[in-house]
């Protein structure tokens, strides 16, 4: 008998809605369920881990877990939660797209291991594609009617909105394609249960209703609630933009950091929603934090647990080591053993200054270094005293007015790291 999906979910704080039935469905026998994944980027971002981490727990339930990439549906844009169109993409741009995500996905959903419930990836592009327009309005629009489509949040939302143009035909249009999808996954995989974020509830329960209609069965519905931060930011979002899965889009280092700068509030409700940590471990966890909150106990796990599982536990010990290089005591060492990339992640937006690679081999003296070079302190007279005052490190060891920097002090052959006292931490950079 599979485990209770939704019971665990529940406690998680993953669940929003739920068809009634749902729960004593899925206790019967292994059930198949699909979500949707947008495939319009070549990566997915910490803002589609909620459905991620459903799909994942659904798997670990004894459930088969459905991945659909939206490559239909990304051609023509999904008006849920939006106020204008999405960019249309070609089918060359949706494959590479899907390719990336499920390699993604794999990080989560087990694939390969032979057993029955196995997760899939489907392209709801490969049905769609030779639906004719008149077969689709034939077999499919028929069953729904206009004041039902109308009925729909994401649809009112868009035609009333003061600050929006309305919608396309081809965006009304979406609900009825999404809920295809449902009826062909009921016939082709067996699948009875679309879940996905909380305001695709509409969408989904069009899909249940052509499932009633179209292929006399029953489909069920469930979502989870839309992430939001404490202070009331958007969950997912830095100054930078998205934190994106792929680590070239948002760095292994930057991607710890966003969870390990959580606050005590949302690091409570976080690893519940994003590890697969059990309760009772949880709860110890939370109950140690609140002990001594100063030490930042759940946030650390949190950006461990998170950080191993979408990239990998190399990549988690890199970020713990670039971050105890930033805030904690560090040697030349510490910062030699940096990839370049990580290295400028770590000193980004940190002054820096461009010397000569000929300066560097003939012996930069510290005066030059400070001032008269790169222009960090104002003044010469001003690095003198520094120097005196034994307040100048050079790569975190510190030097007196007759120090050289020399070629060995090159950290990656290229970047010097200069502080003054323990605040001020300055880059030079070889060129």
């Keep these: 008998m599979p485990m209770n999906f939704v019971k ?47 799909l994942a727990h659904f798997q670990r339930s004894g459930h088969k877990p459905v991945a659909l990439v939206g490559g239909a549906t990304g051609m023509i844009g999904d008006p849920s939660g939006k106020s204008s169109e999405r960019n249309l993409l070609d089918e060359a741009t949706l494959r590479h797209n899907q390719d990336c995500v499920r390699k993604q996905l794999s990080q989560f959903l087990d694939f390969s291991s032979g057993e029955k419930n196995d997760a899939i990836l489907v ?21 729904i009617t206009v004041n039902y489509m109308m009925s729909k949040d994401s649809v009112k939302n868009r035609i009333s909105g003061e600050d929006t143009e309305g919608m ?35 969408n989904i329960t069009t899909g249940t209703e052509l499932i009633r209609r179209i292929g006399n069965g029953k489909g069920y519905a469930l979502t989870c609630p839309l992430i939001t931060k404490s202070d009331g930011s958007k969950f997912g979002k830095s100054e930078g933009g998205n934190i994106w899965l792929d680590p070239n889009r948002t760095s292994p280092y930057k991607f710890y950091q966003y969870w390990l700068n959580t606050s005590d509030e949302d690091a409570e409700k976080y690893i519940k929603i994003f590890t697969f940590l059990d309760q009772k471990t949880i709860e110890e966890l939370i ?32 970020a713990v080591k670039a971050s105890n290089v930033l805030f904690g005591k560090s040697t030349a060492s510490d910062f030699r053993s940096l990839n370049e990339a990580t290295f400028l992640d770590i000193f980004e937006g940190v002054p820096q200054a461009e010397i000569e690679r000929a300066d560097v081999d003939a012996g930069l003296d510290m005066i030059a270094a400070l001032a008269a070079k790169t222009g960090f302190l104002n003044s010469n007279g001003e690095a003198r005293r520094a120097l005196k005052e034994n307040s100048i490190s050079v790569n975190k060891e510190k030097v007196g007015e007759d120090y050289l920097i020399s070629e060995s002090d090159l950290i990656n052959n290229k970047f010097v790291i200069l502080n003054k006292g323990k605040r001020n931490t300055y880059i030079l950079r070889v060129v």
């Design 8 to 54: 665990e979910i529940t406690w998680r704080g993953m669940m929003h809605d739920v068809m009634p039935g749902t729960e004593e469905h899925l206790m019967e026998e292994m059930r198949a369920a699909y979500i949707g994944f947008d495939p319009t980027a070549d990566s997915l971002h910490i803002g589609n881990l909620v459905p991620i981490m459903l």
């Design 168 to 202: 396309s035909f081809t965006e009304f249009t979406y609900q009825l394609v999404q809920g295809y999808d449902f009826v062909h996954l009921y016939r082709n995989q067996s699948c009875t249960l679309q879940m996905g974020g909380s305001d695709q509830w509409g």
């Design 287 to 318: 109950t140690e934090h609140g002990k001594e909150p100063h030490l930042r106990l759940l946030q650390k796990r949190l950006a461990e647990e998170v950080t191993i599982t979408v990239h990998s536990k190399e990549d988690f010990e890199n």
């Design 123 to 143: 392209n709801n592009y490969d049905w769609m594609k030779e639906f004719s327009f008149l077969d689709f309005i034939r077999d499919v629009g028929k069953h």
